[in-house]
């Protein structure tokens, strides 16, 4: 298995040229199934995290996100990235000890968004590029081989003039020390492409998480480094479950487990997967 550095250098690599996919596990079932796939990285979700806790998104408290994150990036031989919302803490000081715990987990990159937790507000812009810049110092003394990922999530909470809006915040926050730039939300080939222009040279995260959007295809060529789908399989799964139970609560049916997997192949990969790691 790679060690931290090793994943770590791959995952900087990674976001020099070409665009890549890193799709989004909850549990260390999901990243080794994903990983078998081929993903060369993944991403940590907040709210599958969240949804396999119990729990809304948001509301999982920092010492069980470590623990979820440290899980998960010990399970993958590939690098992973931590969904670290707003960093846990205002303040800019308290975001660079969460965010060197964080780092501290073996992730291979982290992102550091600009949402007020449990609001539709944004922090202030000023604030929000010092919150990243403290992000960036906490890696830095760590080494600086972590990707710092800053997010603006204007189109997520419906601010008015969401891209005029994000591209100045983002590129704030490049000049604040972020490796990589991501507007969630945005649904327009026009404005990605916009996103894409004002932080150049710097890559950028695109999130597709419905159905019928642009594919991998269109967003490399225009220039987008990387996609993630955020809690889009989580949901995916949660559909499946809810669909079944429902049906056999209401109908006293069964049969949606038409659609499962077989578990003598899950087993059969998960048993591979073990021999593999000496497990």
Same mark, same amino acid.
């Given at each position: 298995m790679p060690t931290v550095a090793e994943k770590r250098r791959t995952f900087r690599a990674l976001h020099e040229k070409g665009c890549? +996919? #890193?799709p989004n596990p909850w549990d260390v079932g999901t990243a080794r199934y994903l990983q078998r796939l081929g993903f060369k990285a993944l991403a940590t979700t907040s709210s599958g995290a969240a949804w396999s806790m119990g729990r809304a998104d948001g509301t999982v408290p920092l010492d069980d996100t470590l623990a979820h994150i440290r899980l998960l990036a010990e399970a993958a031989d590939v690098p992973v990235n931590a969904d670290f919302g707003d960093g846990f803490t205002a303040q800019p000081e308290g975001?660079? =000890?969460?965010?060197?715990r964080a780092v501290a987990t073996g992730v291979a990159g982290l992102s550091i968004e600009d949402q007020i937790p449990g609001t539709s507000d944004l922090y202030d812009a000023a604030l929000a590029a010092e919150r990243v810049a403290a992000a960036r110092r906490a890696i830095d003394a760590a080494g600086g081989d972590t990707i710092l990922v800053a997010r603006s999530e204007c189109y997520l909470t419906g601010h008015?003039?969401?891209?005029?809006? !994000?591209?100045?915040? #983002?590129?704030? $926050?490049a000049e604040a020390g972020a490796d990589c730039l991501y507007a969630p939300?945005?649904?327009? #080939?026009?404005?990605?492409?916009?996103? +894409?222009?004002?932080?150049?040279?710097?890559? +950028?995260?695109v999130l597709i998480g419905w159905p019928g959007g642009p594919?991998? =295809?269109?967003?490399?060529?225009?220039?987008v480094r990387r996609i993630s789908v955020g809690g889009a399989l989580a949901r995916m799964a949660w559909g499946a479950f809810i669909g079944a139970a429902e049906d056999i609560?209401? !109908?006293?049916?069964?049969?949606? $487990?038409?659609?499962? !997997?077989?578990?003598?192949?899950?087993d059969g990969f998960f048993g591979s997967d073990a021999a593999r790691r000496g497990l």
């Open positions: 890549f +996919v #890193l975001v660079a =000890a969460n965010v060197a008015p003039g969401p891209l005029k809006e !994000a591209t100045s915040r #983002l590129r704030r $926050f939300g945005v649904r327009t #080939l026009d404005d990605v492409a916009a996103i +894409v222009a004002a932080v150049a040279p710097q890559p +950028v995260n594919t991998v =295809a269109e967003l490399a060529g225009l220039g609560a209401a !109908a006293g049916r069964f049969d949606a $487990f038409a659609g499962g !997997a077989a578990g003598r192949d899950l």
